[in-house]
Every structure is written in C-alpha cells, then in structure tokens.
C-alpha cells in the first residue's frame, strides 16, 4: 500500500501547478474552462478564508477574460437579490456592507464575511464602469429556506402592480401564519397532525401568477422583466419550500434532492431569463463540495442522493467545468450545534487514509490539479478514498463519522485545488465566541 501512495504522490508532484501569489497562478485552470458555460466553484467548508479569497480571484478573471455574467451562489434568492441590486446601482443602499444586511438567517457569517465585502465592493466598482445594463455582472441565490421572506417579495411585487391580486395573495400564503416564522413548526403540524398542509395554496399562487404574465410585462423593458423574474422566482421559492419542510419528515435523501432540485432548477432558469437579454450566457456558482461535486461519484449517489454538479453534467454535457477545494489542517469558522454563535475552530490534521492527507504528502503549500485531462492523474484519483466535509457546524471529536465520506476524486470533480494550512473566514459580526478562538487540545495545562 505504502509503495502505491507514493507513486501516487510523485504523479501528482509532478503534475500539479503550483500556486505563488502570482496574478497569471490560474492560467491552467482558464486554459482549462476554455468556452464552459458554467464553472462550479466549491469549498471543503462554509468557513474559510482561502477558499472565498480564491474563488473571487477565479470569479473575477472569468468576468474579466471569458465574458462570464452572472455569480449564482449557495444562498437564498431574496437576499442575494438586494447585492444584486447594488451591485448593478439600482438600490438605495450606501455600500457593500449595507447591502449584505439581508443575510440575517443561520449562519449570518458564510455571506457576512470580510471576503465576500470585498468581492461585492469590486462586483459594484466594475459594474460602475459599464454603460450597457445587458452586460453589467449579476449576483444571484440558489437555495430555498427563505420561505417567508420569498412571501413577502412576492406581496411586495403584486402590492406595486396588481393590488387586487396581492389582496388574493396575501389570503393564500395565510396558512402558513398560525405557525409563526419557523417553517420547520408548520412542517411538522403539517406532518404529525391534523393541520392542513399549504401545498394547494402555494402552488396555485404560483400559477396564477404565471397566468398573469403577460398582463404584468405588457410593459417594455429590462428591468420589467427583471422584476416579474424575481417575484415569479420567488412564488416557485415558496412552493418548493414548502414541499422541502415536509420532507424533512421523511427522511434526508428526500430533502436533500428537493433542494438540490431546486438549485440546479433555479440555475437554468436563470440562465433562460439572462439569455433573453444577451446571448450567450456564462455563470460561476458558488457552492459546497457536496452540492457541485458529481454525487454519482460519492457515497452520497451509493444513497439515492443527487446534487447540483451532478445534474449540470446531465443537463449541460460538455458546458461545464467542476472545481472542488481541499485543506489539511488550520481553523475555521463554524458552530457547534445548528443557530448557535460563531466560533472560530482549530481543524484536525486530515484523516491518513484521506485524499487531503495524501496532497499533504505532495509537499506543496498549494496547488491546482488538473484530473480530466492527465490520464495518470485521472486514474489514480479514481481509487476510493476519504474525503472531508465541513459545513456550517464542526464536530472534531466525531469527526470521521460527522465529517468524512468515501469519493472517487476524478469522477467527482474535473479539478482541485488544495490549500494545505487554512484559516477561518472572518465574520463581519465577531462575537465573543469567535473572538476567543478554538481551546486549545492540551488545556488546561497549555501556558
């Protein structure tokens, strides 16, 4: 075994491109995309550093040298849509912090957080630079949790255009109020109890919607169409929402590939409704692992699971390009159980039989590694190995049943990047938790 490691470890040495700092470090990767549609951008984690440094240096020559138009992200559509907005100068809001105050869900710091400040400041000053609106540079949600801000924006919309219809609305999405504003309580009356469920409602809200589209753009122009888009997205949120809460109840792979279904679903539209504008259409999506790594290729499809990477290779072949993102070991920002506060978390060196420990082994800080077109490197990276996940929370005293799943790295992504030592993300709100950082193992008899 040890013998098929190193040899393994000496082909990747040879074959990775190391990165320096340097402006021209992702030539390979852009040779790489060549004329992709649509390149997915992962990360081994909701909170770290490198990961969203890296994948706005990526994102940011895609605009700049592929003509890429639009950033889709693992985010909630309304959220992502006030950035939107200001980012493309058609908001009130003063600046780039001021326009992530949306972000007020669990966990707050994955889009509040100093890299994506700095993105969003530089997605607004190169738009500002462009004349033509059909070319400025969008920034889109894919996710689904957002079920009664999405109700809202909808009401919002037929408020301005159709007031007697938002009266029809506002009745239809009532049933969701004898259950306050968690949708998970709904969920579970809906599931557990006598309580009729929204499903009826909410579907007929979005098609009466759609029945009334033509009567909502009958007048001209982009930003018409812009809005209809956003309110009709919005109406599908909610009925998608509802049917992923009560999911929920029936087990995870249920929920798991309602959601993804969702994102991917969103994507095309999305890609549909640019297109209508400008043609063609490139977008960077922004994404966990788990969600752009093909599932097929993981224990995650042994289970019945899909995910969006793996539906944008079905539905898109030959149009994209899948980029996951490794680390070894540093800190970073997660909880310790879902809606508790932010801490700031040492990240235990990678398990010995895991894809991280051996792009340890190769004795680089950080590489690119392309695995789709180096048939040696392809082929030794279809052997199953551990590969390490962490999202919005982090248990390392259970790590390798919490965090760990088996993959086969090449069918699973078209790239990688790895960065050994990491650092965790730096929230915009600090709290005490994250200040005071991760105890260290020895304590109490660390000085």
Known sequence: MALAVDATTEIIGESAHRLTGSNRDYDPLLEMIGDARFVLLGEASHGTHEFYRERAQITKRLIQEKGFTSIAVEADWPDAYRVNRFIRNESEDEDAEEALQDFKRFPT???????????????????DNILEPTQKVGFYGLDLYSLHSSIQAVLDYLKKTDPEEARRARSRYSCFEHFGEDPQSYAFAATTSNANSCEEEVIRQLVELRRRSEDYLRAEGKSVADEFFFAEQNARLVKNAEHYYRSMFYGRQSSWNLRDQHMADTLDSLMGHLQRHRVPQKIAVWEHNSHLGDARATQMGERGELNVGQLIRERHSGQS????????????????????????KRVRDSLPESYEALFHEVGFDRFF???RDIPAVKEKLQEPRLERAIGVIYMPQTERMSHYFEAYLSDQFDAILHF???????????TVEWRKGDIPETFPFSV
Not at 113 to 127: K, M, T
Not at 326 to 340: F, I, L, P
Request: aromatic content about 14%; cysteine-free; proline content about 4%.
């Open 420 to 430: 050994d030592q990491t650092r965790a993300v730096e929230p915009l709100e600090r």
């Open 109 to 127: 710091w994955m889009w509040r957080n100093a890299d994506v400040l700095d993105f969003v400041g530089w997605l607004r000053d190169y738009n």
């Open 321 to 344: 390009v899948l980029v996951g993102f490794t680390t070894y070991s540093g800190s970073v920002t997660a909880a310790s159980e879902w809606d508790t506060p932010a801490e700031r």
């Open 369 to 371: 590694l392309n695995m």
